[in-house]
Each structure stands twice: as C-alpha cells, then as structure tokens.
C-alpha cells in the first residue's frame, strides 16, 4: 500500500496537465481580467470607450489622454498640448506598471507603435495586457460625436473610423494576453481566470482533493484570555466544514509576512496539544518546524507522543528554518545552510529508528543518539513526515528521498514544474512519485456569492491598501471561483490543498469553503 494513503487519500488518480490558458478572445458577456492588469481602449472617437470605462473601472484606475491634454494645456481639446499630455500619460503608466496598479489607458488606440508599446510596457513588468476593442457602428459614432462640445472633425472622425477597420482584425495577433468586446467587467485574482470553466469541468467529473487550515496569525482572540476558547471554536468549525487537516507555524516571533513581532504567537507543539484535546477527527501538524528549534531526538518523542494522545493524528513538518532573526533572539544556533541541511537529512535518516522498536544508536554528520528510542511509541505505523520547500537540488531530492508528503508554493504552472523535477529526483533513487503526498500552501477569502465577497472585502480590507492588493493578495473569490482555482492545482497535481483565511472566526466563511471542499469529496 502507497504510503501516502497514510494521509487519506485513497483514490488513485491520473494526473493532468494544468488548463490555464488564457483566451485571446471573449465572447459578448463577463470578461474577466486579472488583478492588476494593463487594459488599452482601441476605437474611434464616440465608440463609447469612454463611457464604458466610467461604468467598469473606479475613475483613479482610467488614464485618459483627453483629461491629461486638459490637465497640462487649456482644455480637452487643446490639440496644441497633445505631444505633452501623451508624454504624461506615458509616465503614469509607467509608475502605475512599476506600482503593480491596474490601469485603464483611455484614447483611440489606433497608433501600432502606441499600442504595441503599451503591451511591451506590461511585459517588461510582468504584468497582464488586455485590449477591448470598441466595434461601433459608424453612424452611430458620428451621431454621438455630433452631441459633444466640440465635435472631432468630420474628416478626422472618419480616418479613424477607417482605421479601425484596420486595426480590429489585428488585434487577436498582436499578443494581448486577451481581446474583448465591451461587457460587464470582473477583476479578479489570475489563477481564477479561467474558474468558470474548471468550476464546471469539476462538477461534471470532479477529481478528489483534500483540504487544510493554516493557522498563521492569532490576532482574532480579543486577548490572552479568549485564545483557548477561540482556538477551540476554529478548530470545532474546520472539522465540521470538512477539512483534513489543522496546521500551525512553528515560530516564536511573528513573522514579518504575517504581522508584527510583537503579536501573539503561542508555541507550536505546546498548541498542537491543546488542539489534540479538542478535537476527534482531523489531522494535525507544524508547516513546518525549523530543524534547529529543538534537539531532533526530543522532538521526535513529542511528535510520538502527540500521536498517541491524539489518537494517531500527527503529521511531522520539517523544514531547514530561514527566519534568522528569531534564532537570534532564542538563543538557537543559525548555521550556514548546508550545516542546516545537513541536519534535516541527519533528523530524516533518525526519526523512523526513534518511532521504531528498541533503542538502536544513530550516528549522524551533525548529532548522534546513543539510544534512538520512544515509549509509548507512535499509534502510527509511520508517522508521515511533510518536508516545507521547493528547492529543485537539495530540498526536493531529500523529498524523494526521505518524505512522505512536500509542501509547494506558487501556482499550477510553478507546480507543474516542481514536480516534474521531483520526479527526476524519484526516478535517480528508484522511487515511485506516487507515494509521495503533495500539498500546496496559499490564502483564500471564500464567500458564498459575490455580494457576501464584498461584504467580507470591505470588512477586512485595511486602509494601507488598495481593494486590488487586498483581493490579490488573500485570493478573494467565490464558491465557485474557487473550486475553479483548485481544481486547476488539482490537475497541476495536487492531493491536498493548504489554506489560511484573513477572516478565520467567521462562521460563514469557513462554511463557505466546506462547499469548495465538498465538491472535491
């Protein structure tokens, strides 16, 4: 039997590729653009592209060339201030790329060179370019010109409009990452692009997943107080909304990404006790514990004897430790990486001899153990080891060689990749990659719908950022927004899917991801 039915997951499965794809054309309907993208407005003069982008886009996202030419000369239709308001808006762009700040570029967009600068300009910043193309009717554009103030042209009017029957058909082969016509807009995080079709897909011929909750910050207990209880009630909702597992850091001090140093953060193992205590069903472990926190063999015959209090529950996480400020502060030795790595393999090679019978003696490079023994030894057979990290020539190939599950980050198309190095690495020690678990790490805000979403974005979104970080960073999304964006780890290869939430102690939420997690059941 594969050593990663350990962790539950009983059904084989083929793997598939990840189905990411990014359209190069939407239909009539919803276009969904990633968060932050560039979106450049290509049509003639009373094609509605002003207009349209008012309604879709909060008005400090829309640069517009008619607005800088007022700006930096007398009015909108100053044409004598156009070569320096395109040079503004030029420089705009630039820093809003630069800021990662999704960006409406308003103006005809009939120039090639102008077009495709703009397109290279997100490329240069890794960010995602979108045309939508505005094909109105003639008539109807010199109808809506004559209307204006000051009326474009007639004869300027219909160079451009003969232009666009240019343009519009070389728009699918410029490159934008997609091509619309004008439609109700949705800005969402990137992997959840394509979530309406994988939604679909899962649903019709759904692949099994399982799920776990990330507890990384303990800022919602009101005080030291209430943490017990708290904690308690989190873990009480997470079994009953189906997940498979309970996770917390092992760190001593607040970590940077997370919050401030000075934030609760109770010790790892002590907690996992409690949680032991509290609950029936799921699983337990650190993501994952720093290799020179604790004297290996001790912490060994913790994780034994967690599993026997919690009645063969515990999952050990492991991992080289990186955050060199808490060694500091504790007093724990900080090696260069290779002393530390070298300890992970000496910890990997010792741990099953110390869960095993007897009390055999452990040589290693980096510590000894006279009597690598447990008593009570652990109800499991093997307690499954987890090791955190994606390094392609260490971490990894420790993975193939010692681990039963790997924790990845990043998203399908970096999964894809990761694995196919693991399986390299399995296939030089003759092993078969099956065996070994792979779970990814990421945040989520889950709600039921998307008036509920905004809801909870509102509620939760901090004055020092935008709505487009906050929604990118925590992956805001649906129900079915994300049982789209999993299903896709899902095909990159996934068996579990690890996740922490902003807004943990609301009920509602945690419901709401036991829906995602129901339709990987």
Same mark, same amino acid.
């Given at each position: ?27 009539? %309907? ?14 003639? #003069?009373?094609? %509605? ?88 009717? !003639? ?41 619309? #016509? ?17 939604? /679909? ?43 498979? #597992? ?113 009390? !055999? ?16 030894? !652990? ?20 993975? /193939? ?75 805001? %999304? ?42 990987? /059941?």
């Amino acid at each position: 039997m594969p050593r990663w039915t350990r962790f539950g997951l009983n059904r084989r499965r083929t793997r598939r590729d990840p189905r990411l794809p990014t359209p190069v054309a939407s239909p009539p %309907g919803e276009i969904r653009l990633p968060i932050p993208c560039l979106v450049v407005l290509v049509g003639p #003069s009373g094609s %509605g592209k002003s207009t349209w982008a008012e309604e879709q886009f909060p008005a400090d996202q829309i640069v517009s060339s008619d607005r800088l030419r007022a700006l930096v000369g007398t009015s909108e239709f100053d044409q004598r201030a156009s070569k320096a308001a395109f040079q503004v808006l030029d420089l705009v762009v630039q820093e809003r790329l630069r800021r990662k700040l999704t960006t409406v570029v308003d103006t005809t967009g009939l120039d090639d060179e102008f077009r495709l600068g703009l397109l290279e300009a997100a490329r240069r910043r890794g960010i995602a370019c979108h045309a939508v193309g505005f094909d109105t009717p !003639p008539t109807e554009c010199r109808a809506r010109n004559k209307l204006q103030a000051r009326p474009v042209p007639s004869e300027v009017l219909t160079a451009q409009i003969k232009r666009w029957e240019s343009v519009k058909h070389q728009l699918a082969d410029e490159g934008f990452d997609g091509v619309h #016509s004008p439609g109700p807009v949705l800005a969402v995080p990137s992997d959840q692009l394509t979530a309406p079709a994988l939604a /679909a897909a899962q649903r019709k011929e759904p692949v099994p997943m399982r799920f776990g909750l990330q507890l990384p910050s303990f800022t919602w207990a009101d005080s030291p107080q209430a943490t017990g209880a708290t904690l308690r009630r989190i873990a009480h909702t997470a079994e009953g909304a189906g997940f498979d #597992s309970l996770w917390v850091m092992d760190h001593f001090i607040q970590i940077p990404q997370v919050g401030r140093e000075w934030e609760d953060m109770p010790e790892a193992y002590t907690t996992l006790g409690y949680l032991a205590g509290v609950t029936e069903q799921i699983r337990l472990g650190t993501l994952v514990t720093g290799i020179m926190y604790r004297n290996p063999a001790l912490l060994g015959k913790m994780i034994a004897t967690l599993d026997v209090l919690s009645g063969g529950r515990m999952i050990c996480g492991l991992g080289i430790g990186w955050f060199e400020r808490e060694h500091t502060a504790y007093g724990f030795d900080y090696p260069p990486v290779k002393e530390r790595y070298a300890r992970l393999e000496d910890t990997l090679q010792m741990l099953p001899l110390l869960w095993g019978k007897g009390a !055999p003696s452990f040589e290693g490079t980096t510590f000894d153990v006279p009597e690598a023994m447990s008593y009570p030894r !652990p109800l499991q057979d093997e307690i499954p080891i987890l090791i955190g990290g994606s390094g392609e020539k260490k971490t990894l190939r420790m993975v /193939a060689r010692y681990a039963d599950a790997c924790n990845i980050f990043g998203d399908p198309e970096t999964l894809t990749h990761k694995l196919g190095v693991l399986r390299q690495h399995c296939e030089d020690v003759g092993r078969d990659p099956s065996e070994i678990e792979v779970t990814t790490l990421s945040t989520v805000l889950v709600a039921e719908d998307r008036d509920a979403l905004e809801e909870r974005i509102e509620a939760l979104k901090p004055d020092s950022m935008t709505r487009d970080e906050f929604v990118r960073t925590v992956n805001a %999304g649906t129900v079915e927004d994300h049982i789209g964006r999993f299903r896709a780890f899902a095909d990159a290869g996934a068996d579990c899917a690890i996740v922490n939430t902003p807004d943990v102690t609301h009920g509602p939420s945690l419901q709401a991801m036991g829906e995602v997690i129901e339709a990987f /059941a």
